[in-house]
């Protein structure tokens, strides 16, 4: 499968923890995506790295990448209960030009 | 700015009914539209993809079917529902580069009787 997988699967944790959550992939990618879902609606996209990066932050989020080991993970600092949500990410397949979603990673952050 | 919308927000049908559902783009020319589903707790399955009016790839035989009469409309169809054709559906839309962030509707919770 050419897909993302996510570990854990699940997550809780306190606020003001740090929350990291990891993918591994299959395929050969142009760039990896992270995305978040509250319950009951749709995705929205919260970072993109390509493959020639390592590491890139946005805001509370830090993302890394290790082509040589097709991992990559999304450590979310100083967790808000406003956070919890499922976290996926997305392989942007250098092959087919889609992008091929995990199964996501649902993190809950008691207040 | 970019829009997308998509309805209706959930939709209760029976068996042998058919189905449409449509998305609509708004703030953007010629965008790469998808159409996914996802199971429940379940990451997302890519059913259409159309990168053009007409054009219409299709990721898995299914029971549904899809059209983009115009350039920022995407509609979802099926002649006869089954019961496994329950899920939440998500339309998204992406630049027509490729690899692009998609930008998802809120989505279609779909039960079958």
């Known amino acids: 499968s050419q897909q993302g997988e996510e570990d854990p699967q699940a997550l809780s944790i306190q606020e003001g923890e740090n929350a990291t959550m990891n993918c591994s992939y299959k395929?050969?990618?142009?760039?990896l995506q992270w995305y978040r879902q509250n319950s009951g609606r749709g995705l929205v996209h919260l970072i993109l790295i390509r493959s020639n990066e390592r590491e890139k932050h946005s805001g509370r989020l830090r993302v890394t990448l290790d082509t040589s080991k097709k991992s990559s993970s999304l450590l979310i600092t100083a967790s808000r209960a406003a956070d919890t949500a499922s976290y996926f990410c997305?392989?942007?397949?250098?092959?087919?030009?889609?992008?091929?979603f995990g199964q996501g990673t649902t993190l809950q952050v008691k207040p | 700015s970019q829009t997308i919308h998509q309805w209706p927000a959930t939709l209760v049908q029976p068996v042998g009914s058919p189905l449409s559902l449509e998305c609509t783009v708004e703030?953007?020319?010629?965008?790469?539209l998808y159409w996914y589903r996802q199971a429940a707790g379940r990451g997302l399955q890519l059913l259409f993809y159309?990168?053009?009016?007409?054009?219409i790839s299709s990721e898995v035989p299914q029971n549904l079917s899809a059209s983009r009469p115009q350039d920022r409309q995407f509609i979802l169809s099926s002649k006869k529902l089954l019961l496994s054709d329950s899920g939440f559906y998500l339309c998204a839309w992406s630049s027509e580069v490729r690899n692009q962030p998609q930008h998802f509707g809120d989505g279609t919770r779909l039960s079958i009787l």
């Open positions: 159309s990168v053009g009016i007409g054009q």
């Open positions: 703030g953007t020319s010629n965008p790469n």
């Open positions: 997305a392989c942007g397949s250098s092959n087919t030009g889609k992008l091929i």
């Open positions: 395929t050969s990618i142009n760039n």
